[in-house]
Antibody, heavy 117, light 110 residues
């Protein structure tokens, strides 16, 4: 069974840091692009970051460039999102998503991040 | 990286058809055939319904169909059923491996 399980969310103060993890099983992780997508409370979906199969290429939405960093460990079947200089507007549920054929095919259940003092 | 434009709401009675539009620009929908649609029920993760403009993943009912004309993509739900009531989001490639979602449409089955 294909599974993506996010962890690492929580409450953090503005300006703080948090590292999200996504543990993957049920497919060959190293064959796929992976993404992070977020959803603020009561709002729509926002694509955040993408990483290619070997981790050599990444891309971000403008609002997180220079603050967030996506990485992966194919030996551990894991995806990460390092979030620094967090702002209130980063408060959201963060989803780990497998990419394929130009779409977001398999979604995790999400981990909640709250940025508040 | 501007969001795609969707109507905030749509509705239809059981058995009817509803079409949800998604308007982008000549930098995203207008030039790429990587348009996809997602269904999200309250408290749940989104689910892929349509990819590459018109293709349906295995398991998605053929009542769901997609199309594109110029800078606008559309999702049509035929033979509306109660379980189709959900939020729907479109997405498009926007160049340089960046991606953009629409603001979402709440579909109500009357």
């Amino acid at each position: 069974e294909v599974q993506l399980v996010e962890s690492g969310g929580g409450l953090v103060q503005p300006g703080g840091s948090l590292r999200l993890s996504c543990a993957v099983s049920g497919f060959t992780f190293s064959n796929y692009y992976m993404n992070w997508v977020r959803q603020a409370p009561g709002k729509g979906l926002e694509w955040v970051a993408i990483i290619n199969q070997d981790g050599s290429e990444t891309q971000y939405v403008d609002s997180v460039k220079g603050r967030f960093s996506v990485s992966r460990d194919n030996a551990k079947n894991s995806l990460y999102l390092q979030m620094n200089s967090l702002r209130a507007e980063d408060t959201a549920v963060y989803y780990c998503v497998r990419g394929e054929s130009g779409a977001f095919v398999i979604w995790g259940q999400g981990t909640k991040v709250t940025v508040s003092s | 990286q501007s969001a795609l434009t969707q109507p905030p709401s749509a509705s239809g009675s059981p058995g009817q058809s509803v079409t949800i539009s998604c308007t982008g620009t000549s930098s995203d929908i207008g030039v790429y055939n990587y348009v996809s649609w997602y269904q999200q029920h309250p408290g749940k993760a989104p689910k892929l319904m349509i990819y590459e403009v018109t293709k349906r993943p295995s398991g998605v009912p053929d009542r769901f169909s997609g199309s594109k004309s110029g800078n606008t993509a559309s999702l049509t739900v035929s033979g509306l059923q109660a379980e189709d009531e959900a939020d729907y989001y479109c997405n498009s490639h926007a160049g340089s491996n960046t991606w953009v979602f629409g603001g979402g449409t709440k579909l109500t089955v009357l």
